[in-house]
């Protein structure tokens, strides 16, 4: 190379070199802040959304690289702080943060305050300071020039006299698994009257429904200042409903003196169901068997601290082996600490098996009001003993010959320890055995008693000596006008063949001697 030439290449590189880097990226965020018109009560609660918009500045756009313009137009680290300024409120909410906003995007900051009790209806304008940075530059080099910004602006909100409500607190009658009424105690604490008032309560609770939905509503109508009204709800609690406070949301919604439809902000109001008025079972008796008609007496008892009415007794179980005619039994007013013996009749079917059995009963009553309640089950656990025979069936006279026919004897014993009536038996006659008369009527046997009944009973020539059997039911009632079954009793019948011996001997010499008498004296009568 030159001499020449590389004075010229030396002299370029530092002439190039001392030209400054040029920016390839250049812009700035434009944030706004605004509130949309926010109209507020004296002594509100209430939340106010701010929203904080970025109309971002792009001075020197990358047509090569556009993913560097964001650099610059996208505030970071957006901070919102909401003083009170010289308004009559609290701010309850202190300083967000809203991250980052890319250009046209709007962050919202959602700060709670709270109006002075004593405030003055007027115009305000509360401070808001916004803080963020950003890159103001990106050079061609990569090189990032950051900023930190603030910018402060003012919203407006507009406080005004007018309706406003306090929730005094609730009161129910509701009990678990049950409908009830709760009602809210409310006063309009405003300077001015509400007009086409209406109050809706929400339920928070699964379990809880108001109107048969989750939120319910009443009409007020005109609610002066300084006014208080009760309004209630009928309010149904399912069975998993406890004793324990529930929370319910109260909005009240009415129309101003401009005319405006206005909404307060939400209340919260505590609702705590009643326990179930407790009811014990004492002298609990059964005697339930196999095939019998039993009975189920217990007390019931009053363990609650107030009086229920209208009282009904409601029994059930879970086996399908037993099952009650009345099923219910009316107590009518029970007072606290009160007792009432009752009593159910139970049907124990044949084709049960003996062992213990579960029984419930459940109290439903009405309250001093008229509202319906029901008690928590209360359980029992009964024996079942076997199928205990109330009579003795037994043969008196048995035997019968081959193709004969005659009276079956059947003796009927008493062997429980009540009177029982209406006996009628029935005697079932399978081959070879036929019955013309098979039933036979006992007015009455007392304990121990016995009574031989008969039946008609034919044996076919074609029956073989030996011992069968025939059936004999028996059906009646009780002392308790109970109807029982007794059988099958099966009762044993000799059947033997029919006695010869010299009887057909006797009869033929004593036809020979008839014909001989015959024969001489018709012999003598001709000799004459």
Known sequence: MSRRLLAVVLVVSLLVASVPAVAEVEGSPRIQVTLPQYIVGVGDETTLRIAVTNDADLDRASTTNPALNAQVTTARGVTVEVRPGDAPVSIETGRQSLGGLPDGAVGTAAVDITVDEDARPGTYRLPVVV?????????????????????????????????????????????????????VEMENVGRETARDARVSLTSTAAGLTVDGAPTGSRYVGTWASGETRQVSYVVTASESVRPQPYSFEVTTTFTDADGRLMSTGTDAVGVTPLARVPFALADVRSDLAVGERGTLDVTVVNEGDRTVYDAVVHVESSSPSLTFPEPSYPVG?????????????????????????????????????????????????????????????EPVNATFDVDSGNRLAVRLTNVGDEPLSELDARLLADAPFTSDAPTSYVASLAPGESATVYFELTVSEDAVANTHAVVVNVTGETIDDDPFTSGPHAVAVSVVEPETGNSDVEVLGLGIVVVLVVLGAGWWWLRR
């Open 131 to 183: 803080r963020y940075s950003y890159a103001e530059s990106v050079s061609d080099e990569g090189s990032v020039d950051e900023e930190q910004r603030t910018k402060r602006a003012r919203v407006t909100l507009r406080i005004e006299d007018r309706p406003r409500f306090a929730v005094g607190g609730a009161t129910t009658d509701l009990q678990p698994g049950s409908t009830g009424l709760v009602t």
């Open 333 to 393: 007013t029970l007072a606290a600490g009160e007792r009432m013996p009752v009593g159910f009749r139970v049907d124990v079917p044949r084709t049960a098996e003996s062992g213990p059995r579960s029984v419930s009963l459940t109290v439903t009553h009405e309250t001093e009001d008229g509202n319906a309640r029901t008690s928590e089950p209360l359980r029992l656990t009964r024996p079942v003993g076997p199928e205990v025979d109330r009579l003795a069936v």
